[in-house]
């Protein structure tokens, strides 16, 4: 089994900055992308930013510049660090993976289970 677990979000100002982390557990070989989606109340969950295991990493246009991915292979872990939060980044935060369990396995797909974060004064 794997296991996707999310740091805590939390309250931030607007201006304000936030790091979320996401450590993946469980039966893993190699962990091809790893990424963080957000769902604000009422809309469709987004595409934040990916990285893979070669640090190629795909931002989200809305993110540009506030927002850094980065990844630790041997933590198995993913970053998101968040700075100059707007109230518009107000949402669930949900970390992905695309993981294989043995060299010859295909590939499964993983979901934290979320994290609020709140950009409000």
């Known amino acids: 089994q794997v296991e996707l677990v999310e740091s805590e979000g939390g309250l931030v100002q607007p201006g304000g900055s936030l790091r979320l982390s996401c450590t993946a557990s469980?039966?893993?070989?190699?962990?091809?992308?790893m990424g963080w989606y957000r769902q604000a109340q009422g809309m469709r969950r987004e595409l934040v930013a990916t990285?893979?295991?070669?640090?190629?990493?795909n931002l989200a246009d809305s993110v540009k510049g506030r927002f850094t991915i980065s990844r630790d292979n041997a933590k198995n872990t993913v970053y998101l660090q968040m700075n100059s939060l707007k109230p518009e980044d107000t949402a669930v935060y949900y970390c992905?993976?695309?993981?294989?369990?043995?060299?010859?396995?295909?590939?499964?797909?993983?979901w934290g289970q979320g994290t609020q974060v709140t950009v409000s004064s």
């Open positions: 992905d993976a695309y993981i294989q369990k043995r060299p010859d396995s295909e590939l499964e797909h993983y």
């Open positions: 469980g039966n893993i070989f190699s962990i091809v992308v």
């Open positions: 990285i893979t295991s070669r640090s190629s990493i």
